[in-house]
């Protein structure tokens, strides 16, 4: 039996405001993948969408159209802006059975393939179209924004040159329950590793005033960081899933320039790389496309990024608080400096500051201080890793995006049933909000999953006990609840 996993099969933006007319239908089109599509599919794709949705909307106005289920696809629906939707379909994973009648439906003597329709969530596609679309506002702006400026043609134009390099990117491999959590992964320190991080980054930004907000992170983890929530959720979910991991893959440190699709997406035309100083990795993560990394001194260009602004409240006539649509951030130039595990991130307003004089100041200041902060963190981690982890947990926390689990370390892998048991309680969680805190389900193998929700915190865990009952599956979770997370509230 072969076996095809999942993979994008089209992905579009339009806006229905657009084309009023037979005539100029194709302008509600603002981008297509596979761009190679006929444009007459293209049409019928986004007229089919924007049936549906009108459709749905009669029964719920609020919530349209968000998933349509279909044999051999499944399809997710984003309102991202007002009047603009994203849509993204992919294929099901399949089976073929050649020349087993047994396993196998055959039509005129012709083996098909068998589509496993469940294996993506809707609340996980939902997550990755929104992943999405974050991540070109957070580089571009908004679309109303960029209509403002440019008008459609200039959407157009940079939805093409954004999402024609990162929609390939799209693995659906990866696409699980961790994708729909899209948490952080913080790196618990003590109290003084604590304070000389906030010491290093009060003093960086007291030498260095055009610095406006600093992230620090080792090894994937996020330490300290100035920025909102969700745009420190964006930033992170960018570096740990897309800017990042190519940087690890490399032997050799020679091999420095950056996959030319991750550039791209960063709306600079550039190409990336790590400066090589004194045979380690150390220095900046971006610089001019084909500038060389052996001057200190060289000039930089930095992508630009937007922040959102916080939400501006407003009294109602019955008294309570609501939240307006914040306005459109400003944008800060992005500084990368990576030093072996230490990843440090510094956001400059004003461009102009940005010369060769800046950089090798800041690189002159900060090296010294990561050499000592490094090792400090790498005891830190080694020690954190020697305690062995008996279960395999998923943790999240809503309010502050913190994901902890012990799965993907230490050799604890999960199955595909372990991962859709999980990513189908956690969309059970998420439908029934208050109604349903706790699930348990047991396996093929007789195992066992529990979900415990709990004032925003969701808890997940994975037994083999294959003789164990409830109750003692219960007591178990007790037991591990009061040894890792005594002092959390999950009950």
Wanted: charged share 25%; glycine share 4%.
């Amino acid at each position: 039996m072969s076996f095809v996993g999942s993979s994008l099969a089209r992905f579009f933006v339009f806006d229905p405001r657009l084309g009023p007319t037979e005539e100029t239908e194709h302008e509600k089109i603002l981008y297509y993948w596979p761009p190679s599509t006929p444009l007459n599919r293209q049409q019928s794709d986004i007229g089919l969408s924007e049936a549906l949705i009108n459709f749905t909307r009669t029964f719920s106005k609020d919530r349209p159209c968000e998933a349509v289920h279909l044999e051999k696809t499944r399809q997710a629906f984003y309102e991202c802006e007002p009047d603009i939707w994203m849509v993204l379909v992919c294929v099901h994973i399949s089976f073929r059975a050649a020349n087993n009648p047994a396993t196998a439906r055959v039509k005129d003597s012709v083996t098909t393939n068998e589509y496993e329709s469940e294996e993506l969530s809707d609340a996980t596609l939902q997550r990755v179209v929104e992943q999405a679309y974050k991540t070109f506002r957070l580089f571009n702006g908004s679309m109303a924004q960029i209509v403002r400026e440019s008008k459609e043609d200039g959407l157009r134009e940079k939805l093409s040159d954004f999402f024609g390099h990162y929609a390939p990117t799209i693995n659906f491999k990866t696409v699980d329950l961790f994708s729909a959590l899209d948490g952080v992964h913080f790196l618990p320190v003590d109290k003084n590793v604590y304070l000389r991080i906030q010491s290093f980054v009060n003093w960086t930004e007291n030498n260095f005033p055009s610095i406006e907000y600093s992230c620090f992170l080792y090894r994937d983890h996020l330490v300290w960081s100035g920025l909102e929530q969700e745009d420190m959720r964006i930033m992170y979910h960018y570096l740990v899933n897309h800017l990042l991991p190519p940087f690890k893959k490399w032997k050799d440190p020679k091999q420095q320039v950056w996959p030319a699709g991750i550039a791209h997406v960063l709306n600079t035309k550039i190409t990336f790389f790590t400066c090589l100083f004194d045979g380690k990795w150390d220095g900046y993560m971006q610089a001019p496309q084909g500038v060389q990394p052996t001057v200190a001194s060289l000039p930089m260009h930095c992508p630009r990024i937007q922040l959102s602004r916080p939400h501006q409240y407003h009294t109602a006539s019955n008294g309570q608080q609501q939240a307006q649509t914040a306005p459109d951030g400003d944008f800060y130039n992005l500084i990368i400096f990576q030093m072996l595990d230490t990843t440090c991130l510094f956001l400059v307003r004003d461009a102009t500051k940005l010369d060769a004089r800046f950089f090798t100041e800041l690189r002159t200041f900060v090296t010294p201080q990561l050499e000592f902060l490094t090792p400090i963190l790498t005891d830190h981690w080694t020690k954190k890793q020697g305690y062995a982890d008996d279960y395999r947990y998923i943790y999240f926390n809503h309010m502050n995006l913190a994901l902890k689990t012990s799965i993907k370390k230490k050799g604890l892998s999960i199955t595909r049933e372990h991962m859709k048991i999980l990513t189908d309680m956690h969309a059970d969680f998420e439908k029934a909000t208050e109604c349903v805190t706790e699930l348990m389900v047991r396996t093929q193998n007789d195992g066992w999953v529990v979900g415990r929700k709990s004032d925003q915190r969701e808890f997940y865990v994975i037994f083999d006990q294959k003789n164990a009952n409830l109750l003692e599956i219960n007591d178990e979770v007790r037991k591990l609840c009061s040894t890792y997370f005594n002092n959390i509230f999950i009950d």
